[in-house]
């Protein structure tokens, strides 16, 4: 027979698998919490445990951030798939090996940037993030963005531009171009999510163009030409 608890797991899965994220009594996160309780990247993570959501009863483990905690370019992408799920590490599976070989070739690597996600947990089935866990996170991704001070952000795709930027508009037509947002002192340049260019191997050369223009922009600005490698495993 089922305990209470698996029937409340149940249930809660039911809900997740179905988009449903506003089960919980927040609908998004009081600002005045992320404001005043979360002044460090570990504040920010225990803040980012406790949120409500049934997300994470779906999930084997919080994907937070990794990479280097002064770096110049921080890396936004989508949500955990099922192998950085698994080890509590944001693009380790294949995507994330596609990136590592694009960072490569602007001579970058994992341990001069930053990676993080919009969602911290799985969508179970990597289904896309609902609208409502992507306004309940996204007050927590700013603050992310505040405590590492990158001077470029890329957004990985559609779904981390879009919530970043708060704009309607596709990676289409959001691509390939720096901007700005409130809030935000980096310049946000949004790409494709590598997942793409698994499935859709001719769009690699609107990426590489976009790496281009990161490189371009690392010469311009010296970025790096200073920076110390700090780096840090935070999941
Ligand atoms: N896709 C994402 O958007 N993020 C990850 O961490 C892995 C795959």
Known sequence: MRTDFENAIKVLKWFADAGVSDVSSEDALSPSIVENDVRSLEDLKRV????????????????????????????????????EDKQGIPFVGQSGQLLDKALAAIGLDREAVYITNILPWRPPGNRTPSTQEIALFRPLVLKHISFINPRIVVCLGGTAAKALLQSSDGIMR??????????????????????YLLRSPSQKREFWHDFLAIQNEIESDGIYSDCSTNVVQLS
């Open 48 to 83: 980012m445990e406790t949120v409500d959501t049934p997300l994470k009863y779906c999930a084997q483990n919080m994907v937070f951030g990794v990479g280097n905690i002064e770096a110049e370019i921080l890396f936004l992408g989508e949500a955990p798939g099922a192998e």
């Open 174 to 195: 959001l691509r390939g171009r720096f901007t700005s947002v409130e809030g935000i002192a980096a310049k946000i340049l949004p790409t494709f999510h590598p997942a």
